[in-house]
């Protein structure tokens, strides 16, 4: 089941699909009225609240190869026609399957992601008191779900 987060007076909540507006509330039984008219103004599920809140921190450049987490990776293989870096993720791979090969791209994928982020990296996460990590992907890596 998903738990969702009950959030702090000011947060932004969903009103249409054009706009936000803010969720006043001057107490915490005042929060869960609003919520509580908000939710059902929009149709969520009911809020559950976690034991703890989440405290995280997100592992962009991993999984997904994009400039700026992952700019090692992007800046040690720039075009060879005009020396730039690649934009993306497919302008990456387009450039390392032209340079390394199908069977170099792979392996410099895989050198990539058992190097950006490691086992110690969780470690750290843990003992910084941390309870959540976002790793983004892009959709191309997830099976196709049959009928």
Not at 26 to 50: C, D, H, Q, T, Y
């Amino acid at each position: 089941s998903i738990v969702f987060q009950a959030p702090r007076p000011g947060t932004l909540l969903p009103d249409t699909p054009l706009r936000a507006k803010t969720l006043m509330a001057p107490s915490v039984a005042g929060e869960e009225r609003a919520l509580s008219r908000r939710r059902s103004a929009v149709r969520l599920p009911p809020v559950e609240r976690a034991a703890d809140p989440w405290r995280g921190v997100n592992l962009g450049g991993w999984l997904l190869l994009e400039p700026g987490p992952a700019d090692p990776l992007f800046d040690m293989h720039p075009s060879p026609e005009d020396g730039e870096a690649a934009r993306c993720e497919w302008d990456l791979m387009r450039l390392l399957r032209r340079k390394l090969g199908d069977v170099g791209a792979e392996a410099e994928i895989r050198r990539h992601r058992e190097a950006h982020i490691t086992k110690r990296d969780f470690e750290r996460i843990r003992d910084f008191g941390l309870n959540a990590v976002r790793l983004p992907f892009g959709y191309w890596v997830a099976p196709a779900l049959g009928p």
